[in-house]
């Protein structure tokens, strides 16, 4: 038997998302989402394998996710937002790595780590209108998306939740401290 030297991923999974949202980020970290490359190694037929939304790069989950222009300008964005630098990575299973040992505590790292899973879900939607949509989200508006879901979502599935939505707004980490 052969086993291969490889760490397992670990399956990670936020209370504070939908499950859709969980299923989605444990199959990104798994490589295992429908983008244009994977789709060609499954021998679809694919028109072109360059990114969407860049037109630059072969889509892969990598790229189309992090390392896209697009992709890179909602992070900083999104990393600014939260008052952090951005991590330096190549990808995404990198970005929760840097999650886990990232020194914060425990509330803040579950409100990085739905943060993420929001980010995520917004720009894999945001590609996938782009494709079968008749709803043209307007890339302007991507920072105001994931600001108003993350508050949705975090506000109504947690109980104990005491932020305002202006608060929220200001920075997502300091409802861990309030």
């Not at 914060?104 to 996938?128: D, P």
């Amino acid at each position: 038997m052969f086993l291969l030297n490889v760490r397992p991923i670990e399956t990670r999974w936020c209370r504070f998302i939908p499950r859709k949202v969980n299923i989605l980020v444990w199959r990104i970290l798994r490589d295992r989402i429908p983008t244009r490359w994977n789709l060609s190694k499954k021998d679809f037929e694919v028109t072109s394998l360059l990114c969407l939304l860049c037109n630059i790069s072969p889509e892969t989950s990598s790229h189309l996710l992090w390392s896209c222009n697009l992709a890179t300008s909602v992070w900083r964005l999104v990393f600014k937002w939260m008052d952090l630098p951005l991590p330096d990575s190549d990808n995404l299973n990198d970005i929760f790595s840097w999650l886990d040992h990232a020194r914060h505590n425990s509330a803040s790292k579950n409100i990085l780590n739905y943060v993420l899973g929001v980010v995520v879900w917004t720009l894999w939607q945001f590609r996938n209108n782009k494709i079968f949509g008749d709803k043209k989200i307007l890339q302007k508006d991507l920072l105001d998306q994931i600001f108003d879901l993350s508050f949705l979502w975090y506000s109504s599935r947690n109980r104990n939740c005491k932020v305002s939505r202006s608060n929220w707004i200001q920075n997502p980490l300091l409802s861990s401290i309030l």
